[in-house]
């Protein structure tokens, strides 16, 4: 893969020059404007080609080979000119001995091996090694990867370009994509994450995304295996049966459901147990949001999870990311993995929102528990590497 980035005096102009030298194949990643001086205005265009033949990759990296510079002149000499017949001596033998030397002279030759030597060394920055396989032809499998795990653009670019720079020596290359992968995500996830009683845990996302699912397996972990006193409160008035679903997660538990209705008062006089809080689905209209952020306010919840499916696709993941910030959600559970063909989301969500990711679920509904989350597991589904259903 080749990414090029042409600035021209319009956008126009600089789609046309990706066009001449990328062809019809190649993709514009993103556009912009800039102040060049005197503040007239240019434009930038960063195009991509996935695969490229080394007669075009040639072409679109011809302004990396510059003409010698004044030390390569110093060095080139001036080339020996032909030897005329009063150079070669008597009897007119000049324009023979001429004829007898090779067809470049020595200064010209050396000009010749130069410009291969820059274009081999242009070649090999592109990857072509010497059995004639191409290393960007590995790139391109990364590439490709994490384009089908279903990840941002922009973050696809930065990760292979950065990739590209660091893997200079010797090894598999989606070996190393992997190690990259689970360094940036270990900095995206929590390892462990405890509660202390007193604690009031919402849960707030879109419609579907398993908020109910992953309170009650939360709160199965801290009854079963913790041995904690645990409270449940839903704040959902609109979902049919959403009390009843709650009321039924409890009889399982067999722990306390809180009134709806319960005053400030009475929530934070449960200190001896930790309280999850369930709430309505986040609004589709922006008009809506603020009677819900007022009502979770109400709450004053400790944490505040942000919960989405691993089925939402990326392009949905901003758009939900921006109505979800004004709820103020402080981490994140990324549910049913297990379902997912794409695992983008987890990344996704967890830079649109700028939050760790606490917990994920690979179990439907409410059986199983919330995992903390695995960075070298997440990175082998996002690379395609065959995962061990034991890990």
Excluded at 128 to 156: C, H, T, W
Excluded at 251 to 269: A, M, N, T
């Amino acid at each position: 893969m080749i990414i090029k980035t042409y600035t021209e005096e319009s956008s126009a102009a600089a789609l046309k020059k990706v066009r001449q030298e990328m062809g019809g194949e190649a993709v514009v990643l993103k556009t912009r404007q800039i102040a060049a001086p005197g503040n007239k205005p240019l434009f930038e265009v960063t195009a991509c080609l996935e695969r490229a033949t080394v007669e075009r990759s040639s072409k679109i990296l011809a302004d990396v080979t510059q003409a010698p510079g004044k030390e390569d002149e110093a060095d080139v000499g001036e080339a020996p000119r032909p030897r005329t017949g009063a150079d070669a001596g008597d009897h007119g033998q000049g324009d023979e001995v001429a004829r007898e030397r090779p067809a470049l002279e020595d200064g010209e030759l050396y000009q010749a091996v130069r410009s291969i030597d820059r274009k081999l060394d242009q070649l090999v920055s592109l990857g072509i090694q010497p059995d004639g396989i191409s290393r960007l032809e590995k790139f391109q499998v990364v590439y490709r990867r994490l384009k089908e795990a279903d990840l941002p653009d922009d973050y696809i670019e930065s990760f292979v370009q950065s990739l590209m720079d660091t893997c200079d020596g010797p090894g598999e290359i989606v070996d190393m994509a992997r190690q990259k992968l689970v360094a940036e995500l270990s900095e995206m996830m929590l390892p462990a994450m405890s509660f202390k009683d007193g604690d009031k845990l919402m849960f707030v996302g879109p419609a579907g995304s398993g908020k109910s699912s992953a309170m009650g397996k939360l709160a199965a972990d801290l009854v079963a295996r913790q041995k904690r006193k645990v409270k449940l409160l839903s704040l959902d008035d609109f979902k049919m049966a959403a009390f009843d679903e709650i009321c039924s997660y409890a009889e399982i538990l067999g722990v306390e459901v809180l009134d709806s209705k319960s005053s400030r008062e009475q929530l934070d006089k449960v200190s001896g147990a930790v309280t999850l809080v369930d709430t309505p689905a986040l609004p589709a209209d922006d008009d809506k949001i603020f009677p819900l952020s007022a009502k979770i306010d109400y709450v004053d919840a400790t944490y505040r999870f942000a919960v989405f499916s691993s089925l939402i696709r990326s392009r949905d993941v901003f758009e939900i990311s921006k109505r979800l910030k004004e709820l103020k959600p402080t981490h994140l559970i990324v549910t049913m993995q297990d379902l997912a063909v794409c695992h983008g989301t987890v990344i996704t969500a967890a830079r649109a929102l700028g939050l760790k990711v606490a917990f994920v679920s690979d179990s439907p509904g409410g059986m199983g528990s919330l995992k903390t989350p695995d960075p070298d597991r997440l990175a082998r589904k996002l690379l395609g590497i065959e995962v061990s259903c034991h890990e």
